[in-house]
């Protein structure tokens, strides 16, 4: 075993386990290099590569082909419980993804975005939750080249140490793997509906404000046009805008999740057209709606300290009393899909400020308009607070994982068998069969804990 990584990644493991190279219990092998040569000829074959994987396992919609002739398909050619990893990324957490070919394309092929590991005296199982456990942690980082892209290559993975129970044991650890993970799975399922019942549930309050459910008595309708300035922007010369400034224009692309936040791909303009082009000013409290393109209806409040200038493809809606701003704002959000169907244009779908100024609304007594308005409030706060205890949860459940792992690699998740063999008698036998011999003697070291 290579003494520098021993070193650096060892932690303390059960007496009947052992510690191991990748090499040691199974065949590393890098994927074909896609060359132009092999673009195209007669024997096109499909192979897989870093992008099928996913961390729920492959994803096939995409396979690509390229020609290999009969010895390279020998080489390259996928069997039914090999274990792939990605060989590189520039994320940290994505250098060493899993997962295990189960035969799911006949003849398939891999490419040297993957690296293949074929067991020997690991299962595949207990390989790729090894390996999934040292991606989620980041390390095989430690083991890679590179600085903006790591890459682990070959003869990285090869000589990466993992922990080697007893066979039985590898069984009964990938068993209880599978069923705490499974468990977690399920929930995190359950969780992951819940943003879009967030959004229904929202929806659903406000219809249900603004059709009078939250009123007493008759309730009269206006125009937003009669109670709000409406107006749009102004088509100012792409060639005025720069990349910072003074002044930012905003754009459609400004407009997300009900407020203004300036991007890397905002633009800017110089103070003189605050002074040539002051009736498109954006103050602080305004409401802004998308006019165009596929978020049409979309909106946002403006709260920038600093002034702007609107787009000709927003319309800026303006109103002076502040919980009367809050309610219109909540009306702009609960008719956005209706809004986006009152457009025309087709593929680009577009609707007038004056045809956006014309929808209606129940607008009673003030007294009235503040009451909706604090029930609003209250009910979006209770569903925020909802949505990001769910998040937490999320996060839990994946912290939760990885302390499963985590114990599972360090022997404490199922009970050792004395009647097990230990791993070293495996690792001899493997070597026997190999015709090798040990490069150093092993011992168990104790390094960077699990």
């Known amino acids: 075993m290579n003494e520098q ?8 493991t059960p007496n009947r386990w052992d510690w191991a190279t990748v090499q040691d219990i199974g065949r590393v092998a890098l994927g074909r290099q896609r060359s132009p ?25 995409d396979v690509k082909e390229m020609n290999f002739d009969d010895h390279d398909f020998a080489r390259f050619q996928l069997k039914e419980g090999d274990v792939l990893v990605n060989e590189g990324s520039g ?18 092929c891999f490419q040297n975005t993957l690296i293949r590991v074929q067991p020997i005296g690991c299962s595949s199982e207990y390989l790729h939750s090894y390996f999934q456990f040292c991606a989620q942690t980041e390390r095989f980082v430690s083991s890679t080249q590179g600085v903006n892209i790591h890459h682990i290559g070959k003869e990285g993975l090869a000589t990466f140490p993992i922990p080697v129970p007893p066979l039985p ?3 009964r650890i990938t068993t209880k793997i599978d069923s705490l993970t499974g468990k977690s799975r399920r929930a995190r399922d359950h969780l992951d509906h819940i943003p879009r019942l967030v959004e229904k549930y929202k929806q659903a309050v406000l219809a249900a404000a603004f059709r009078g459910d939250l009123t007493e008595g008759a309730t009269p309708l206006v125009t937003l046009g009669s109670i709000c300035d409406v107006r749009s922007g102004f088509a100012f010369s792409s060639t005025d805008f720069r990349s910072e400034g003074p ?5 459609i692309g400004d407009i997300s999740e009900g407020a203004v936040t300036l991007s890397e791909t905002s633009r800017y303009l110089g103070e003189e057209f605050l002074g040539s082009a002051k009736q498109f000013i954006v103050e602080c409290g305004d409401i802004l709606v998308a006019l165009s393109g596929a978020t049409t209806g979309k909106s946002g409040t403006f709260n920038l300290e600093r002034p702007a200038l609107l787009n000709q493809r927003v319309a800026r809606l303006r ?16 008719i956005a899909a209706e809004v986006l169907g009152s457009s025309y244009g087709g593929a680009q779908p577009n609707i007038s400020p004056q045809k956006l100024a014309a929808f209606r609304l129940i607008w009673p007594a003030r007294e009235q308009r503040q009451k909706i308005g604090r029930r609003i409030a209250s009910a979006m706060h209770w569903i925020d607070r909802l949505a990001s205890e769910t998040t937490s949860a999320r996060k839990l459940i994946d912290r939760l994982d990885q302390a499963v792992l985590a114990k599972a690699f360090r022997g404490e998740l199922v009970p050792q068998d004395p009647a097990d063999e230990p791993a070293s008698a495996l690792l001899e036998r493997i070597r026997a069969e190999r015709g090798t011999a040990p490069t150093t003697k092993r011992g168990r070291r104790v390094g960077v804990g699990a």
């Open 5 to 12: 990584n021993a070193s650096a990644t060892l932690w303390p």
């Open 37 to 61: 040569v092999n673009h195209s000829g007669p024997n096109m074959r499909p192979y897989v590569r870093a992008a099928n994987i996913t961390w729920k396992g492959w994803d096939l919609s």
């Open 91 to 108: 994320s940290a957490k994505e250098v060493g993804k899993p997962a295990i070919w189960r035969g799911e394309i006949e003849d398939c």
């Open 169 to 171: 044991e590898q069984r």
């Open 247 to 251: 002044v930012p224009v905003v754009r």
């Open 319 to 334: 109103i002076d009393n502040e919980d009367d701003r809050k309610l219109v704002a909540y009306f702009v959000q609960s």
